[in-house]
């Protein structure tokens, strides 16, 4: 045997034994930044892509496409209200650990057909598995439904959303799919994964990171805010009593 | 037309914004009142979080009192002496108010403290303040003019201050409390405190109706000014973005109420105010007794 037909044969072992790369996602998105201006309204996100092969389409089970973007994870702290002394008050609260800010799930059928539970449980796909809650207090029996409540609230507010059979799927190589996020966005990167699934597994995956940030003058102010707080407040009061100045002047002008 | 609010970091419609603050500036014109008990709820009803609509009420305040206290100081209808006391006592409340805020904030419960509040000042001032335009109305359509009692139990109080423009010898214990229990609103409720103030000192010190609006604005903006520099440093919760857009939107619209307000009776001005008092009041004690739709709230950040 040859050194060439060595080779040869060690490249298609290669190949064989590494069915995981086997299909690579190729990724555009429409936009890589999100600029948090004065007028800033939420935005539309487009994602789109192809699967690179080197080799045929495999048969069996059809390709599924899902999408994630997560914003910054921080700790929430979820309350819950009871009657108290005949008025609604706060009392039991549990601290989730990790929530992201925004969360969306996009993908090409429905998320269950797409995933099972093993490989949703490893890479943290579905909106439940995104919140980690390590731990409620002792006299909390029913902590699951604290994370529930972060989930139906956010939901609420369109944070979390899970958009299935939204992503299009063309000859099983070219996908799309369009994420709007609204306007009650916080700063930081928003981490994006594209997962390719066949038969509920996951074949390949890639990540890649949208940066939300406030621009011009509401970063100006932001940094103020957080960095001089008292001369941000001095100014604060200035402009306000400075306006109200102006305002009640241009009125007196307009009937004189 | 959205805007976003850099500090709120919630995007409103700038129009909506210019408008309440227009109609509350018309009601607080109309009244003479600094319309922050309103405003403040109405923050809430729009989607700004509690603490930033709290926050900024009081920025917003110091500005539309500003115009007011200059009207006032012409007039020469600021008692600057009783103002000082008052604000003496108003800075050290302010000052506890913030911790008691900050400290509640911590436990989730500053939502319930602030509507508690709420429904016991307005329910006590509203319906205290319509019983009495009621009797005053119904003794001038008998003829008699409104009379007030001039001497209680006030006036047998030590460390007594004359008190030249308001005509008075009294006790400094009574204003400097005032002073302190309007400092602490100030800094908990996000108001001014006139509608609580106001009356006690009608009532309470027997102040001269004249001189009462005109130092009460001289307290409120010191007071004011204080908390918003309190809140700015310590929660950065004051939104400069949203102070300006209710300004504007306010000091129009209370220019429009001053004019109204000219042409309708005191007595008849005053059962119109105790009567939105009591509906503010109303509604924020319905919303404690009645089960919320949501029974879960999410704060950021752990305990």
Redesign the interface.
């Known amino acids: 045997m040859t050194l060439s037909k060595t080779l040869r044969w060690l490249v298609a072992a290669l190949f064989i034994a590494m069915p995981v790369t086997a299909e690579e996602v190729v990724l555009g998105l429409s936009k890589n930044e999100v600029a948090i201006t004065t007028s800033f309204n939420g935005s539309e996100i487009l994602i789109f892509g192809a699967v690179k092969r080197e080799k045929p389409i495999p048969d069996g089970e059809p390709l599924a496409v899902i999408i994630t973007i997560a914003g910054p994870s921080e700790t929430v702290t979820v309350r819950r209200k009871e009657k108290k002394l005949g008025i609604w008050v706060n009392t039991d609260s549990v601290d989730v650990d990790a929530a992201p800010s925004f969360y969306a799930v996009a993908t090409s059928g429905l998320l269950r057909d797409a995933l099972n539970d093993v490989e949703d449980l490893r890479y943290k796909i579905s909106v439940p598995r995104a919140i980690r809650s390590v731990g409620a207090p002792m006299n909390v029996l029913d902590a699951a439904s604290f994370t529930e409540a972060v989930i139906r609230i956010r939901g609420a507010s369109d944070l979390y959303q899970l958009l299935e059979d939204s992503v299009t799927v063309d000859d099983q190589t070219l996908f799309q799919t369009s994420v709007r996020m609204p306007a009650a966005l916080t700063e930081g990167s928003y981490a994006t994964r594209i997962f390719l699934t066949r038969g509920g597994k996951v074949v390949s995956s890639y990540e890649t990171a949208i940066d939300v940030r406030k621009v011009g003058l509401e970063r100006w102010l932001y940094t103020l805010s957080r960095e001089n707080a008292f001369l941000y407040g001095l100014m604060s009061l200035a402009i306000a009593i400075a306006a109200g100045w102006g305002a009640s002047a241009v009125f007196r002008l307009f009937r004189a | 037309?959205?805007?976003?609010l850099?500090?709120a970091?919630?995007?409103v419609n700038a129009f909506l914004l210019l408008g309440l603050g227009g109609i509350v500036g018309i009601l607080s014109g109309m009244f003479g009142v600094g319309g922050g008990f309103l405003m403040t709820p109405l923050l809430f009803f729009i989607g700004i979080p509690p603490a930033v609509a709290v926050a900024t009420e009081a920025?917003?305040i110091?500005?539309?009192s500003?115009?007011g206290v200059l009207a006032h100081f012409k007039r020469k209808t600021v008692d600057l002496k009783m103002g000082t006391v008052l604000l003496i006592g108003g800075l050290v409340g302010a000052a506890l108010g913030v911790v008691v805020f900050n400290y509640l904030k911590a436990q989730?419960?500053v939502?319930?403290l602030v509507k508690l509040c709420y429904v016991l000042f307005l329910g006590v001032i509203g319906g205290l303040m319509f019983f009495e335009s009621l009797n005053a109305i119904r003794k001038t359509a008998k003829g008699k003019p409104a009379t007030r009692k001039k001497h209680n139990w006030i006036h047998g109080l030590p460390f007594k201050m004359r008190f030249r423009v308001s005509g008075l010898y009294i006790s400094v214990i009574p204003p400097l409390i005032v002073g302190l229990c309007v400092g602490i609103l100030a800094a908990i409720m996000g108001v001014g405190g006139g509608f609580i103030m106001v009356p006690a000192m009608i009532y309470l010190l027997g102040m001269p109706t004249k001189v009462v609006v005109g130092t009460s604005l001289f307290q409120i903006i010191f007071v004011t000014?204080f908390t918003?520099?309190l809140h700015?440093?310590t929660n950065?919760t004051?939104d400069?973005?949203l102070?300006?857009l209710l300004?504007?939107g306010?000091?129009?619209g209370?220019?429009i109420g001053t004019r109204i307000g000219v042409k309708m009776k005191a007595e008849q001005l005053r059962i119109w105010l105790a009567v939105m008092v009591l509906a503010v009041c109303f509604k924020l004690a319905l919303d404690?007794?009645?089960?919320?739709t949501?029974?879960?709230?999410?704060?950021?950040?752990?305990?």
């Open positions: 037309m959205q805007i976003y850099p500090i970091e919630v995007s920025n917003q110091v500005a539309s500003f115009s989730g419960q939502d319930l000014a918003t520099m700015a440093t950065f004051v400069i973005v102070a300006v300004l504007v306010g000091v129009i209370a220019q404690l007794l009645l089960q919320p949501e029974l879960y709230s999410i704060g950021v950040g752990g305990h």
